[in-house]
């Protein structure tokens, strides 16, 4: 935990007035605190955790302070690069990407060579002039070495992982989003963290049903999918988020026409269709009604 969380600590502590030995008691000791304070001690996630749970906030609410009530840098690339990829905007996203190449290249950190990777795949599908000359094993080996490594996944795992997760073959995506699930356990209760780990099971799937093309071809993920389905339902995605859960819907519609069962299918599909025209969400229904088309063919 970086040190400089002490001062915005203090500062909110001072707001709400309380003191050392209040904030202190039953967590650590109080010269602790104040030398953490200071800056002149680091601290555990867990310790960290409790001390602002004790000040009535979560961690979303902390960091948004902490970053003077503005999206930290982090957060702020990647909705950039998403916004610039929703744009297809090509120009920006060359920009981003030589950006992060020249700061690797300059402080030698691998996390910026990881965020070119993620700019890279944005580019490869919205540039028609894009010259595919294809990933290096190594930055693939050197991006999954990295997701394995680490202990517990946070927000910036989920979003890199999600970002370059059509780089990789499907028994490294397998692997790689059972890990994802399970290492950001930690997290979930966060909305950031859960958003991104729903956004990675939800591609998971996307990606190994496969293209339009290919729904008629020997399918040999049906446990896997079927497993990753049910870390959505353990998710249990809230009433309130209606967008999530009308797509899992489809997606097990999907799931259910790719294994051979395409009456149950095509119902849940159908059944999805009226409900995005229920709620006058009519462009979607008719995207996945033209889907649907598709893969009964």
């Known amino acids: 935990?970086?040190?400089?969380?002490?001062?915005?600590?203090?500062?909110?502590?001072?707001?709400?007035?309380?003191?050392?030995?209040?904030?202190?008691?039953?967590?650590c000791s109080v010269s602790f605190l104040s030398k953490f304070e200071r800056g002149d001690s680091d601290i555990t996630l867990s310790l960290m955790t409790r001390l602002i749970e004790k000040l009535m906030m979560n961690f979303d609410e902390f960091l948004y302070i902490?970053?003077?009530?503005?999206?930290?840098?982090?957060?702020?690339?990647?909705?950039?690069?998403s916004t610039a990829y929703l744009n297809r905007d090509v120009k920006q996203l060359k920009q981003l990407k030589n950006g992060q190449i020249n700061k690797w290249k300059q402080y030698g950190v691998e996390t910026y060579?990881?965020?070119?990777?993620?700019?890279?795949?944005?580019?490869?599908?919205?540039?028609?002039?894009?010259?595919?000359?294809?990933?290096?094993?190594?930055d693939i080996r050197l991006l999954s070495d990295y997701l394995?490594?680490?202990?517990?996944?946070?927000?910036?795992?989920?979003t890199?992982?999600?970002?370059?997760?059509?780089?990789?073959?499907?028994?490294?995506?397998?692997?790689?989003?059972?890990?994802?699930?399970e290492k950001s356990?930690?997290?979930?209760?966060?909305?950031?963290?859960?958003?991104?780990?729903?956004?990675?099971?939800?591609n998971t799937i996307?990606?190994?049903?496969?293209?339009?093309?290919?729904?008629?071809?020997?399918?040999?993920?049906?446990?896997?999918?079927s497993e990753f389905i049910s870390y959505l339902e353990t998710i249990a995605i809230p009433e309130s988020n209606l967008t999530e859960r009308v797509y899992l819907l489809q997606l097990k519609g999907s799931y259910d026409i790719r294994t051979g069962n395409k009456e149950e299918g095509t119902a849940k599909i159908k059944q999805t269709i009226q409900?995005?025209?229920?709620?006058?969400?009519?462009?979607?229904?008719?995207?996945?009604?033209?889907?649907?088309?598709?893969?009964?063919q």
């Open 206 to 225: 996307i990606f190994l049903l496969g293209s339009v093309n290919r729904f008629h071809e020997e399918f040999t993920y049906q446990k896997e999918i």
């Open 113 to 138: 060579h990881y965020n070119a990777l993620l700019i890279e795949v944005y580019e490869s599908i919205v540039d028609k002039d894009y010259i595919d000359e294809g990933v290096q094993e190594n």
């Open 160 to 181: 890199l992982y999600n970002g370059t997760l059509l780089l990789l073959k499907p028994d490294m995506v397998i692997m790689l989003s059972r890990t994802a699930y």
């Open 275 to 296: 409900l995005l025209n229920d709620l006058n969400a009519t462009k979607m229904a008719n995207n996945i009604e033209q889907y649907l088309v598709q893969i009964i």
């Open 185 to 202: 356990a930690r997290f979930r209760e966060y909305k950031k963290v859960d958003d991104e780990i729903t956004a990675v099971l939800f």
């Open 66 to 81: 902490h970053h003077d009530y503005q999206p930290d840098q982090l957060e702020q690339f990647f909705k950039t690069a």
């Open 1 to 27: 935990m970086v040190v400089e969380y002490g001062k915005t600590l203090r500062m909110i502590r001072k707001q709400k007035g309380i003191t050392l030995k209040q904030l202190a008691d039953g967590i």
């Open 148 to 158: 394995f490594r680490v202990e517990v996944w946070g927000y910036y795992e989920l």
